[in-house]
C-alpha cells in the first residue's frame, strides 16, 4: 500500500486523482462504484503489480481526491467516459485492460463500445452489461427501493445529511454486504435501515472505514447521487450494443444485485452473453457485493488468470 502513488492530472479543466503503481507496457485500468473509490482496489492493484502490470486507480470527478466539477447535478455517465479517455491520452498509454465494479461497469463498458480500439478485454464485479436503454425493476420493487430514493433529488440529500460520511459508508458497507436487496419502509429512511449496533463485516476494518470516511468528507456526496443514480437514463447514441473484447464476469452468489427482477435470469440463461457473446462468468459461493474486498487473494487469482490468457 506504501507504494502506491498519487499522481494528480489536470484534464477537461478539472484536477484528477490516479493512484498507480506498477510499471510496464501493460496496463489496468479499475473502476470503482459507490460507496467505493480508488482504495476499494488496494488489494488487487498491489498483487497484479507484483505480477508485472502497471494499475491505474483513479476517483471519478466529484469523488474521493478528484476535483468537483462545478456543476456536479449536470455530471454524466459521458463525462466519465471522456475523463478517463483524457487521463489515459495524457498519460500516453494507448490500450488497457479494464476491471469494474458496482456502477462502474457502465463506463467501462461505455469506453469498450465508443473507444473499442483503446480496450484489451473487461473485468467486471457484481453487475453484468445490461442494456443501455432505461431500466424497468424499478416500476417492479417497492417505493423503498434505494435506488428509487436515491434518484430522488433531495431525498438522500437530507437523508445523509443527518451524518457524517464515515457513518454514511459504515451504513451503505453494511446494508449492501447483505444478500437482500436494501428497501426501505415506507416511513424510513435508507439511513435508518443500519442499526448503530451491527458490527462492520468482517473483512472490513475500522482503519478500512476511516480511510473512506475522510475520502468522502472531501468530495461530499452531490456527484456521487447524480452518477449514478440520477443518470442512468442517458442517451449514448450507440447504434451497435454488441462488445467485440472478451470480458469476465465475477458474480458473488450472496450479492444483492442478483435479486433484482430478472437479474438472476439474465446472468445465467444466456442473456447476458447476446450483449458480450465472448463472456465468461465465475460464481463465487460466499461472495457478497464487494468481493474484491471480502476475498481478494481469490479474486487477484482470477483476475490475473484472465488477464494473461489474454495478452
Not at 484534464?11 to 490516479?18: A, W
Not at 482504495?39 to 505480477?51: D, E, K
Not at 473487461?122 to 424499478?138: D, Q, S, W
Not at 456527484?223 to 450507440?238: K, M
Request: charged share 25%; aromatic share 12%; hydrophobic share 40%.
Amino acid at each position: 500500500m506504501d507504494q502506491i502513488q498519487h499522481n494528480f492530472i489536470t484534464v477537461r479543466g478539472l484536477k484528477f486523482h490516479v493512484a498507480d503503481l506498477g510499471e510496464g507496457p501493460n496496463v489496468v485500468l479499475f473502476l470503482h462504484g459507490f460507496p467505493e473509490i480508488w482504495y476499494s482496489w488496494r488489494h488487487q492493484m498491489v498483487a497484479l503489480a507484483n505480477a508485472g502490470f502497471r494499475t491505474l486507480a483513479p476517483d471519478y470527478r466529484g469523488y474521493g481526491l478528484s476535483d468537483i466539477p462545478p456543476e456536479p447535478e449536470k455530471t454524466t455517465f459521458a463525462d466519465l467516459v471522456a475523463d478517463l479517455v483524457a487521463i489515459l491520452d495524457h498519460l500516453g498509454i494507448n490500450k488497457v485492460f479494464v476491471v469494474a465494479k458496482d456502477f462502474g461497469v457502465r463506463p467501462a463498458y461505455l469506453l469498450t463500445l465508443l473507444h473499442p480500439h483503446r480496450v484489451s478485454c473487461v473485468v467486471t464485479l457484481g453487475v453484468p452489461h445490461v442494456p443501455l436503454e432505461p431500466r424497468k425493476y424499478r416500476e417492479s420493487l417497492p417505493e423503498g427501493f434505494y435506488i428509487s430514493r436515491w434518484n430522488e433529488p433531495g431525498r438522500a440529500e437530507a437523508d445523509f445529511g443527518r451524518f457524517d460520511a464515515k457513518t454514511i459508508v459504515r451504513n451503505i458497507y453494511i446494508l449492501f454486504s447483505r444478500s437482500e436487496i436494501p428497501i426501505a419502509d415506507e416511513k424510513q429512511e435508507v439511513m435508518d435501515m443500519v442499526d448503530a449496533s451491527v458490527p462492520l463485516p468482517p473483512w472490513f476494518t475500522e482503519e478500512d472505514l476511516a480511510t473512506y470516511g475522510a475520502l468522502y468528507e472531501k468530495s461530499g456526496f452531490k456527484t456521487a447521487l447524480q452518477v449514478p443514480y440520477r443518470s442512468f437514463d442517458e442517451d449514448f447514441g450507440i447504434t451497435d450494443p454488441i462488445v467485440k473484447v472478451p470480458a469476465l464476469l465475477i458474480m458473488g452468489c450472496k450479492d444483492y444485485v442478483l435479486k433484482f427482477p430478472g437479474m438472476e435470469e439474465y446472468i445465467k440463461f444466456g442473456k447476458a452473453k447476446e450483449l458480450v457473446p465472448d463472456l465468461d462468468i465465475i460464481y463465487l459461493p460466499e461472495g457478497t457485493h464487494f468481493v474484491q474486498e471480502q476475498s481478494p487473494e481469490l479474486v487477484n487469482e482470477l483476475i490475473l488468470d484472465f488477464l494473461r490468457s489474454h495478452m
